[in-house]
T-cell receptor, first 110, second 113 residues
Framework: DAKTTQPPSMDCAEGRAANLPCNHS???????VYWYRQIHSQGPQYIIH???NNETNEMASLIITEDRKSSTLILPHATLRDTAVYYC???????????FGQGTTLQVKP | NAGVTQTPKFQVLKTGQSMTLQCAQD?????MSWYRQDPGMGLRLIHY???????DQGEVPNGYNVSRSTTEDFPLRLLSAAPSQTSVYFC????????????FGSGTRLTVV
């Protein structure tokens, strides 16, 4: 299983873009980059995923480098409700084995 | 749809007792998993299943048993509870090749005294 490296914590001002980086240098060709977040002690929530191309949905954008060794999750206009732990995970979807790392704690400040 | 339903939401056990945490999903998902989350830590995979009758160990399987007799249900059994198993347990399900990953339940808070 490819592993990911994320900064343990980040701050962001409310209304500004939050850019959360993730390194996954050992990612395989058939593995996707998934992002989840966990607000307080709730169950994790799916945000977005991608393989090679950049992706955008109503929650966030995902930028994946051309060599696929790193990615950035972008929350375009962070709100206080975006304060959470954000997990970057490499997952193929074939094995069913979804492994979480330590994630990044994002604190959005007024 | 109810999604992923976990019962009970809270449980206190005495050391050495056994119990089963229940997990059910109504989305006809093939994949199901159990995680534990200790205070201030990330989620760790206990056991997972890619279909009825198929289970496999995750990162921290010791002290836990699972079975998957139906697509809908994936119970987690604690054989002889220990204080080290005090944690929040999350169940999750996915449609396998789903491009939306896993859907998580709301968790079971277990305290072993």
């Amino acid at each position: 299983d490819a592993k990911t490296t994320q900064p343990p914590s980040m701050d962001c001002a409310e209304g500004r873009a939050a850019n959360l980086p993730c390194n996954h240098s050992t990612i395989s060709g058939n593995e996707y980059v998934y992002w989840y977040r966990q607000i307080h002690s709730q169950g994790p929530q799916y945000i977005i995923h991608g393989l090679k191309n950049n992706e955008t949905n109503e929650m966030a954008s995902l930028i994946i480098t051309e060599d696929r060794k790193s990615s950035t999750l972008i929350l375009p206009h962070a709100t206080l409700r975006d304060t959470a732990v954000y997990y970057c995970i490499v997952y193929s979807g074939n094995t069913g084995k979804l492994i979480f790392g330590q994630g990044t704690t994002l604190q959005v400040k007024p | 749809n109810a999604g992923v339903t976990q019962t009970p939401k809270f449980q206190v056990l005495k050391t050495g007792q056994s119990m089963t945490l229940q997990c059910a999903q109504d989305m006809n998902h093939e994949y199901m998993s159990w995680y534990r989350q200790d205070p201030g830590m990330g989620l760790r995979l206990i056991h997972y299943s890619v279909g009825a009758g198929i289970t496999d160990q995750g990162e921290v399987p010791n002290g836990y048993n699972v079975s998957r007799s139906t697509t809908e249900d994936f119970p987690l059994r604690l054989l002889s509870a220990a204080p080290s198993q005090t944690s929040v347990y999350f169940c999750a399900s996915s449609s396998g090749q789903s491009f939306y990953g896993y859907t998580f339940g709301s968790g079971t808070r277990l305290t072993v005294v």
